[in-house]
């Protein structure tokens, strides 16, 4: 049986890029305005947090870039965290991703479909969240070329669906008495703990920016391939993003979008009319797909990797004929669906945020220590601007993180419950155990 990290077949830069973006355009962009604007009533401050969500991302895709570099090896945060911290670290980090750090955004984007085509057929939106997450699943157990095509294509049709739907914002909309320059009380708002919240939402939005290091092991020379790719792909979206909703907020009445998350949908119907809302609220459903489809992909490879480290784990990296890891992918199927049908989009953005930006800080964070502890590291990739992005990072991780904590703490605790099994799961069949052959030749 073949390892599912090491396949003939390897993907290149453009398949990369397309894994990266495609996880990073998904629901926030489409869902997040509505309840930004909810309490940012001003143009400046709302595009600011865009600008300042990509300014993040792109210091962490920095970090990320040279410890991908370092080690390249499939397993995002898990792989990373165990090199740069230890075993136990990088464990609890795997463990969150397997369990809610790719399901519950695979869920959260498959609430989305259903909430758009919902409102335009008028039937239950599960209706057509589920057996969108069925048929991705069964797309991700046929073969690497075949994922690779569809993926590009769904995620570069995104990219051209994004931009003509701003443009259409702007030619063919009402402007809105709003002003992208600075107010009298922009100040205020930007201070305030709602601004705080809002940048969580568009943190969220731009979760993926590290999409590439989870299947390094199926890209051509990931240790230079993967590194361009998070920083092309984070750059390519951080632009998007502020395009669009700039469109949204230029062509749109804030109080029609204030509290929703068909935002997309709402803004269509602006400039649009009821006819056209219904054709792109279609498009943007067809977009999110790609998204689904990225973290159906990238996911799984955490639990995979996991298999190939440990020796209670390894059904986790069995393969099927196609060199995928089947049981890793179905798993994740099954998280999916639980999530989706018991949690709504909110529930579900909040639930997983606060551990996840706590998992990147410290991918970050073990940048630094290894520039001390281990100066003599072959870094095929150096961080640009060193210490300037992991401090940057760090500061706008943990200003997040303590309104993540204050204002969602039942969020937060059931985090911190997951994160608690997943320590009973170390202890009683990780910790002690011996290492797989591949972890001991590493």
Sequence with gaps: MSSPLSPTAKIGLTTAIAIVVANMIGTGVFGSLGFQVADIPSGFPILLLWLVGGIFSLCGAVCYAELASIFPKSGGEYHLLSKSWNPFIGFLAGWLSVTVGFAAPVAANAVLVGEYMGKITGYNGLWFGVPVVLLITWIHLGKLSNISLFQSGFTYAKVLLILVLGAL???????????????AGDGKLILSGGYAIALVYVLYAYT??????????????????????????????????????????????????????????????????????????????????????????????????????????????RTN??????????????????????????????YVQALLTISSLMVVIGLVVLRIRRPDLKRPYKAWAYPLPPILFGAVSLYVLYFQIEQKPKEFCYGLATLALGILVYVLFVRGERKTSDLASR
């Design 169 to 183: 914002a702007f030619f063919l909309g009402t402007a809105q008495p709003i002003s992208f320059l600075p107010q």
């Design 321 to 350: 004929r196609n060199g995928i890891p089947a049981i890793a992918v179905i798993l994740q199927m099954i998280i999916v669906i639980a999530l989706l049908l018991s949690a709504t989009f909110d529930q579900l953005i909040n």
């Design 208 to 317: 993926g920016w590290n999409a590439a290091t989870y299947m390094m092991d199926e890209v051509k020379s990931p240790e230079r391939t993967v590194p361009i790719a998070l920083l092309v792909g984070t750059g390519i979206v951080a632009a998007l993003y502020v395009f669009l909703n700039a469109s949204f907020l230029y062509s749109t009445p804030m109080d029609a979008m204030a509290g929703k998350p068909q935002v997309g949908l709402i803004a269509a119907e602006s400039f649009l009319g009821s006819k056209g809302s219904i054709v792109m609220g279609i498009l943007i459903s067809f977009g999110l797909v790609s998204t689904i489809s990225s973290m159906t992909w990238a996911g799984p490879r955490v639990a995979a990797a996991i298999g190939r480290d440990h020796r209670n784990f390894q059904f986790l990296g």
